[in-house]
């Protein structure tokens, strides 16, 4: 079972930045938090992981809490080809451990 | 970036037919690889985790003898879908990782294939 949780559904505007929560409460210690993301009929993209400190790429930044029981993924300027399910995912980095997918979040970018 | 080939992208065939998913990562070597299905509206499903030269560790509820798996290399691994039924029809999703035991390296994933059984 997923072990984090994530508004069903979400809006943003064209060129507004899109900020997507998750909780993971009950995260340990050595768990990373992924993000992926899935246009409709293709496989999952990696977007970025991180297991406590802020990270940023080109694509979007990782905000963790100091606790480490949420976090939230921001894409700064959302562009309609983001329109996508988003998944947050923990996992502990042991090469065998696969990511397991809950529901997500569906972002929906307006023009 | 990491780069999962899949193929094909789309299958249709007939009842009874068995089909052949390939998955290589094309610029790294897998260490491991997992197998996915997604029906329509849901969330992925991993159906099997296996490293290069073992066999394959099915979930519960997957069929081993109906869903033969092979990862002859560090590139390359094949999901068959033995005996095919419209009830098999589903999205299915390869996923590759490379790095050691401990890696905390991403998943990568192929783009699916689509398999139709009528």
């Known amino acids: 079972d997923a072990k984090t949780t994530q508004p069903p559904s979400m809006d943003c505007a064209e060129g507004r930045a899109a900020n997507l929560p998750c909780n993971h409460s009950?995260?340990?210690?050595?768990?990373?938090v992924y993000w992926y993301r899935q246009i409709h009929s293709q496989g999952p993209q990696y977007i970025i992981h991180?297991?406590?400190n802020n990270e940023t790429n080109e694509m979007a930044s990782l905000i963790i809490t100091e606790d480490r029981k949420s976090s939230t993924l921001i894409l700064p300027h959302a562009t309609l080809r983001d329109t996508a399910v988003y998944y947050c995912?923990?996992?502990?980095?042991?090469?065998?451990?696969?990511?397991?997918f809950g529901k997500g979040t569906r972002l929906s970018v307006i023009a | 970036g990491a780069v999962v080939s899949q193929h094909p992208s789309r299958v249709i065939c007939k009842s009874g037919t068995s089909v052949k998913i390939e998955c290589r990562s094309l610029?790294?070597?897998?260490?491991?690889m997992f197998w996915y299905r997604q029906f329509p509206k849901q969330s992925l499903m991993l159906m099997a985790t296996?490293?290069?030269?073992?066999?394959?560790?099915?979930e519960q509820g997957v069929e081993k003898d109906k869903f033969l798996i092979n990862h002859a290399s560090l590139t390359l691994s094949t999901l068959t879908v033995t005996s095919a039924h419209p009830e098999d029809s589903s999205f299915y999703i390869c996923?590759?990782?490379?790095?050691?035991?401990?890696?905390?390296?991403?998943?990568?994933f192929g783009d699916g294939t689509r398999l139709s059984i009528l």
């Open positions: 009950t995260i340990s210690g050595n768990e990373y």
């Open positions: 995912i923990v996992r502990v980095p042991s090469g065998n451990t696969p990511l397991v």
């Open positions: 610029d790294f070597q897998a260490t491991t």
């Open positions: 991180g297991l406590k």
């Open positions: 996923s590759a990782r490379g790095g050691g035991t401990y890696s905390n390296q991403p998943q990568h």
């Open positions: 296996s490293n290069e030269g073992s066999k394959a560790t099915y």
